[in-house]
């Protein structure tokens, strides 16, 4: 089991994820930007109704549920995104 502490999670099988959910809101912030521009079915996706009822579901059975997306999925590598994350606006 991946542990789950701040944004960047390694896990055994998908290697680096970005958590969403556990981002600060001005890298969140960026980080939707990211998804918008390079990603945007992805985008759909996280911001529909399904997924959102499907993730809602799993918090009521099992508690907080974090959203993690493979730094390819937003344009990049692990090292790409934590740069543009961290870049000035």
């Given at each position: ?68 997306v493979n ?19």
């Amino acid at each position: 089991m991946p542990e789950v502490t701040g944004p960047l999670v390694r896990t055994a099988r998908a290697g680096v994820q970005i958590n969403l959910t556990r981002l600060p809101a001005d890298k969140k912030r960026k980080a939707w930007a990211l998804i918008r521009d390079e990603n945007p079915a992805l985008a759909q996706l996280l911001q529909s109704h399904a997924f959102n009822t499907v993730k809602q579901q799993l918090e009521n059975t099992f508690g907080p549920v974090d959203v993690l997306v493979n730094p390819a999925a937003m344009g990049g590598n692990e090292y790409g995104i934590r740069q543009r994350l961290k870049a000035e606006d």
